[in-house]
Every structure is written in structure tokens, then in C-alpha cells.
């Protein structure tokens, strides 16, 4: 193998911009935001090199201003899910066969495309889409899904480069990574444009060719996410896009032969679902399916009594609050130590208070709307139950409107039991609840957060206490995929923070890593012996 062959650029994480008043990218992101609320386009479906129209349209509007059409796009049926199948598979010898680093080529000239003149038009499609403010956006649609593309590829060449070993004299041991034989199903979120463009785009990288579903209202990104990917020179039925009822894609896809994987992030009960008919339909496939899935989470900070208040306190309400609680990380179960409960309460008030809310256009709100209607009803039940029972105190906020958008209050709740219902279950959504503990029970709260809740994403400790944080660590060690000390329990980095978590909320196959790209292959281990016996005795047989 020659020297320097598996080099590639060194990935760095991309500079966050900070959209500052008089700056050169605000002034940018707002012109793409004003053109983008300009037009209404109509969003095809990509299937092999064609693009898509149906009869049957969908509309897509900015959860702040329901009222008002962004675009429409074209919905497909079980027919639309076949065509893509079939052109996946027309298109996979050709795109294995794709030496490794021209593969690479193509989602690092797309990092680059996005670095620079799609930034502004990716992030005001996720600001507009998903209700996103320009931070927000700014760390997701763009650094976040360039960092997974670029440092994918040096997973990539670090994975191709891993060899046996030792070779005895006379032979050669050698490895390939193959593709997985078949297709790979990319189901992606409205939350995260990163994470629905790196779904299939980690996958395709390792030379699969995959099923693109992304969530109906993340279609406006996920169509510059398409566009992005064909400019960088992703050949036709690599990635091929539709929009279709969940349920009909699951029927088309689960049945083929020909399924090889799914990459998954959503709901837990959808992808408990979904591994329950896979196992359902196994004797149907070629080969076992890989299954991979970030799923759901119940995430909690926990301050100890030797805490700095003002530090948990906006560690609290960043990880709460921060595009209103729709991140899988997002802390929504906090234990505060007695004995510092009304000095962060203080904190948390004072900066609740300047809390402003709204839409994502006007760039001095914070916080804004929640990503449809279906979610804000089920949030503004949750809050009318506990606004009811006389064991809840609000403690902040719990008024909502949906005239104008889906606009929730974010909310912080306080209770008695560890164990009431917005302790316990995943709401999604800006509403926080807190239970305080006495500083004298630290070892039983431990036993409470990591029995509380099925699922295991993310979690933290805030604390001066070195003793404690070690105690904590030790205790939740199962309980959080991605620990942190003395920080929010949200926004993990590629390359610093691989990203999943176990129990309930997945296969923690940790995004942003090669962990994750090791599920993408296949190996095949060869020996080639260059002076083959010929003789089929043993030594041990010659007679005394």
C-alpha cells in the first residue's frame, strides 16, 4: 500500500457565525430568509435522475405562521416506493465499484457547498421550516452536518486503512469492506437538517444506496439537502428522495429481499415497531438487516448541593429551552439539591423574564414555535393537567397560543413526586419540571434519576464536589449515552462527542463517529497463499 495513499484533508469543526447586528452573514441570512418567504416552489421527489410530481400535494408552512405557504410538496405512494427501491438497485454496482476517495470527493465537495453558498439558503430553509432561530440553525444546517461530512470521510479512510496485522511468510491477509447487499432505508426527523442529511449521506459514503424518508415537515431543508447533494456530483439512485405515508413505505420496503438496513432516528415506539416487523419478515431477506436507531429521551440534569447556582441555572434553561425543548438531548427532568433550589429559581426567573418569543425572522427571539399543531396540543394537555393537580406549582409560563403559530410558553414546572407524569415521560416540547431533593440524599436521588425513565440519551452533573461527580458518574453510567459535568446536557460535537444512547433511546451506534460507519459495511477477509502445498501429509504422519 503506498505511502500517504489513505490521506485526506484533516477534518477541523466548522466556525460557528454569530449573526451579530451589522454583520456581513446577517445581512446574508436575512436576504435568503426574505426569498425563500418570496416564492412557492413545488418540491419534487428525486428518484433516480428524474424528478417527481404527483396530483396529491402537501403543504409546507413555518410553524410560526401557519397561515402562510412556504411551498408545496408532491406525495407518492407504494408505487413511488418501488421506483425508488428499483433505482437504488440500478444504480448500485456502479457506485460500490466507485474507488473509495472519489466517493469521498463528492460529500466533501458538499461540506464545502454548504460552507459557503448554500449556508444562507440551508439555514433559512431550516429557520422557516422547522422554526429554527438563526443560532440554532446556524449550529445544525450548517457546522454540525459539515463536521459529519467531513470528518465521516476521515472515519471512512481510517476504516479502509485498518488491515491484519501479521501476514506468515508465503501469504497475504488482507480485509475489503464491502457495502451492505442490498438497499438502506434513511427514515429522518423534522429536528435536526444535520442529522436528516447524514442519515443517508453516511451510509451512501461507505458505497450502499439507500431510501430517503425524511419527515414531512423537514421537507423544505431536506429539498436543499437533494439539491446540495446533486450539485457535489452524487450520481442518480445513490440517495433517492420520497415523500410518502410512513406506514405504505414500511409495507413496500420491509417486504423487499433486497432490505439491507435501516438508519433511523424518531420515536422509540415507531422504531420498536419497525425492529418488530423487520424480525417478523427476516426469512424474506438475503441477509441479515443491520438496524440502527436513535430513538427517544428522557434527559436530566442533576445539581448537587455544591453547585455555583448561576451555572445550573443556565445550564437549565439552555438545555430546556433552546429551540424549545424538540432536541432528543433536551433536558427536560432537573433534581436540584435543597439547599440552592431558590437561588436558581432566582436565576432561572430573572432570565426567564427576558425570554422573547416569536418568529424565527425577527433574530431577537429566543424562543419559537413548536413544529405543528399535533404537538402543540399534546404539550398544552400536559400543561392543563398539571396547571389542575394540586401537587404541580408553576413555577414559569404555561400559556400557549396557536392562533398565529404554535407558539408554547416555555414552562417550568415544580413538583412533589420524582415520579409524576412530566418526570417520567417524554414530552418534546419547552416544558421542564423539577423536583428538589434533600442535600442529605444524594445516593437515593442517584437510584431515582436512573430508574425513572426507559430511556438512557443524555444526562449531567453539575457540581464543585469532586467526590460527587465521581459518584454520579459511577451510578448513571447506564444511564445516559453522553454524560456531561458541569455543562447542559445538549449539543454534542462531531469529532469531541459522538453522539447516542442505549435502553429506550437506541442502538447507540454513536453519530459522528466510526462506529457509526462500521455498521455500513461488510467485511470480507481474504488470504491469498503465493506457494500453496501440494502434498496434503502432515509432518506428525512419517512412521518412527
Not at 428522495?241 to 417486504?255: S, W
Not at 433536558?331 to 436540584?336: C, E
Not at 414559569?396 to 417520567?424: H, Q, R, W
Not at 431515582?448 to 464543585?464: E, H, N, P
Request: hydrophobic fraction near 40%; aromatic fraction near 12%.
Amino acid at each position: 500500500m503506498l505511502k500517504g495513499f489513505f490521506n485526506v484533508p484533516a477534518p477541523v469543526n466548522e466556525p460557528i457565525f454569530g449573526y451579530a447586528p451589522g454583520s456581513k452573514e446577517r445581512e446574508l441570512l436575512k436576504a435568503a430568509l426574505a426569498d425563500a418567504r418570496a416564492k412557492q416552489p413545488d418540491i419534487p421527489m428525486y428518484i433516480g435522475g428524474e424528478e417527481i410530481y404527483t396530483e396529491t400535494k402537501g403543504k409546507v408552512v413555518p410553524p410560526h405562521d401557519h397561515q402562510h405557504i412556504l411551498a408545496t410538496y408532491n406525495i407518492g405512494n407504494k408505487s413511488h416506493v418501488q421506483q425508488c427501491i428499483d433505482a437504488a438497485l440500478a444504480a448500485k454496482s456502479d457506485w460500490e465499484n466507485l474507488p473509495w476517495e472519489h466517493r469521498a470527493a463528492i460529500f466533501l465537495k458538499a461540506a464545502e457547498l454548504i460552507s459557503g453558498p448554500y449556508r444562507y439558503k440551508l439555514n433559512a430553509a431550516t429557520m422557516l421550516g422547522q422554526s429554527k432561530n438563526a443560532y440554532q440553525a446556524e449550529i445544525d444546517a450548517a457546522c454540525e452536518l459539515i463536521d459529519f461530512l467531513r470528518f465521516n470521510v476521515s472515519y471512512m479512510a481510517d476504516i479502509y486503512k485498518q488491515q491484519p496485522p501479521v501476514s506468515p511468510k508465503g501469504a497475504w491477509n488482507r480485509v475489503e469492506q464491502r457495502p451492505l447487499e442490498g438497499f438502506v432505508f434513511a427514515l429522518t426527523p423534522f429536528n435536526f437538517t444535520a442529522i436528516a442529511a447524514n442519515l443517508p449521506a453516511s451510509v451512501a459514503m461507505m458505497g450502499n444506496v439507500v431510501v430517503w424518508k425524511p419527515a414531512d415537515t423537514q421537507i423544505f431543508a431536506a429539498n436543499v439537502l437533494m439539491q446540495i447533494f446533486k450539485e457535489a456530483g452524487l450520481p442518480d439512485g445513490v440517495i433517492n428522495l420520497v415523500y410518502v405515508d410512513g406506514p405504505e413505505a414500511g409495507e413496500v420496503i420491509f417486504n423487499s429481499p433486497d432490505f439491507a438496513g435501516i438508519h433511523f432516528t424518531g420515536s422509540t415506539a415507531v422504531f420498536q415497531n419497525i425492529w418488530k416487523t423487520i424480525g417478523t419478515n427476516i426469512h424474506k431477506y438475503k441477509t441479515y438487516p443491520r438496524i440502527v436507531g436513535e430513538t427517544g429521551g428522557k434527559d436530566f440534569i442533576l445539581v448537587h448541593g455544591s453547585a455555583d447556582a448561576e451555572v445550573s441555572s443556565t445550564a437549565i434553561l439552555r438545555g430546556a429551552f433552546e429551540y424549545q425543548g424538540q432536541k432528543c438531548s433536551a433536558a427536560s427532568r432537573v433534581y436540584i439539591a435543597k439547599s440552592l433550589w431558590q437561588a436558581i429559581k432566582d436565576f432561572m426567573l430573572r432570565d426567564l423574564a427576558t425570554f422573547k418569543m416569536g418568529g424565527t425572522e425577527d433574530f431577537s427571539n429566543f424562543i419559537n414555535a413548536v413544529i405543528d399543531e399535533r404537538s402543540f396540543d399534546k404539550l398544552a394537555k400536559y400543561i392543563d393537567a398539571a396547571k389542575a393537580d394540586d401537587s404541580v406549582e408553576v413555577v414559569a409560563g404555561g400559556n400557549y397560543d396557536k392562533s398565529k403559530g404554535y407558539f408554547i410558553e416555555p414552562t417550568v414546572l415544580l413538583v412533589k413526586d420524582p415520579k409524576y407524569t412530566t418526570m417520567c415521560e417524554e414530552l418534546f416540547g419547552p416544558v421542564l419540571t423539577i423536583y428538589v431533593y434533600e442535600d442529605t440524599e444524594f445516593d437515593a436521588i442517584l437510584e431515582v434519576i436512573d430508574t425513572t425513565s426507559i430511556y438512557a440519551l443524555t444526562g449531567a452533573v453539575i457540581a464543585q464536589d469532586r467526590y460527587a461527580i465521581d459518584k454520579a458518574s459511577q451510578a448513571l453510567r447506564n444511564a445516559a449515552g453522553n454524560f456531561y459535568i458541569n455543562d447542559k446536557c445538549t449539543g454534542a460535537v462531531v469529532g469531541q462527542q459522538p453522539f447516542g444512547g442505549a435502553r429506550g433511546s437506541g442502538t447507540n451506534d454513536k453519530a459522528g463517529s466510526m462506529i457509526n460507519l462500521l455498521r455500513w459495511v461488510s467485511p470480507r477477509t481474504i488470504k491469498e497463499t503465493f506457494d500453496p502445498p501440494k502434498d496434503y501429509r502432515y509432518p506428525f504422519l512419517g512412521e518412527d
